[in-house]
């Protein structure tokens, strides 16, 4: 490892040294997926996902090859509608007006809402209730959105556009930008403290601990330093890149999953299970990201297209190609749907879907 994740060397995710012959996870198994889950694991014709998981929840949105078994627009549109009206419940416009419009602003700008859903469909996999983990998935979503807006301000990637709108510190101005995330950080935490029900207490302190722990200084805060300090640098290697993305943006991925997973009541195994699931979507997710911001447009990713080649950022396209990147993808998308084996395919089918969707998605 470079000199650049020295005080993290203890890190014990690190496996890019050898990426084509390592893997993240310890364990595989040798029966064919497809014989526990109609969802495709190969790349669905023609996936429009994004057209159905913004504010305005279009309903003539078109979503091809999903097996009669699982309507999968069906499921992310009500998702979406739960979690959209949950969030705007959450966080009212009440005084002081501007920050709580600024926090509003970012939190109910649309997005995906990948974090929520899959915090909810975790809990479900274990037998829980979307409402047992609503007040997480939207603590969840609180985060994301306050890690977006900090991202974007001039001292860290100095971004004009995030989800097809100017951000939040071209709107509401710098100051109140940083004060607004802090906001929505904090209130994340009081809200799962104040708002979810039918937990017990051991369990909820878990998930706030779990939570912190993915968010900071050995979590996304820690993706984000060593990544500000790679910038530029020829030493950079895929363990160092893979250092960044597992913080910066599978880390609170992977709470997402956790999270879900104990609040529903799920043993430590199989917790564990879905913590190696959420590690590997994680990574794939940025490995995606990698790919499209040097393959799509501004216009079709709702944000800045090529920042980071702009910023000579170390990304999966740069170190091994754009192919290999895809290649690379694939793998993790097969070995995160092998950690589901064992569970109710029925119960699992949203996590496959929603793997799939990562996978394959086009902003």
Known sequence: MSGLLNPMATWSGSHTKRRRSTSILSHHTNLPFSL????????????PISAVLTTEQRDDAEITEIPPAFDFKTYMLRKANSVNKALEEAVLLKEPLKIHES???????????????????????????????????????????MSLMHDDLPCMDNDDLRRGKPTNHKVFGEDVAVLAGDALLAFSFEHIATATEGVAAERIVRVVEELAKCIGSEGLVAGQVVDICSE?????????????????????????????AILGGGNDGEIEKLRKFARCIGLLFQVVDDILDVTKSSEELGKTAGKDLVADKTTYPKLIGIEES???AEELNKEAQEQLLGFDPIKAAPLIALANYIAYRDN
């Not at 109609?38 to 996936?47: A, M």
């Not at 530029?232 to 999270?259: N, P, R």
Request: proline share 3%.
């Open 36 to 47: 526990y889950f109609s969802i495709p694991t190969t790349k669905p014709r023609d996936l």
């Open 103 to 145: 926090m509003r602003y970012s939190l109910l700008a649309g997005g995906k809402r990948v974090r929520p859903m899959l915090c909810i469909a975790a809990c479900e996999l274990v037998g829980g209730a979307e409402s047992t983990a609503m007040a997480a998935a939207c603590a969840v979503e609180m985060i994301h959105t």
């Open 232 to 260: 530029g640098k020829a030493e950079v290697g895929l363990e160092d890149l893979e250092f960044i993305h597992h913080h910066k943006t599978a880390a609170l991925l992977e709470g997402a999953v956790v999270l879900g």
């Open 326 to 328: 895809r290649e690379f």
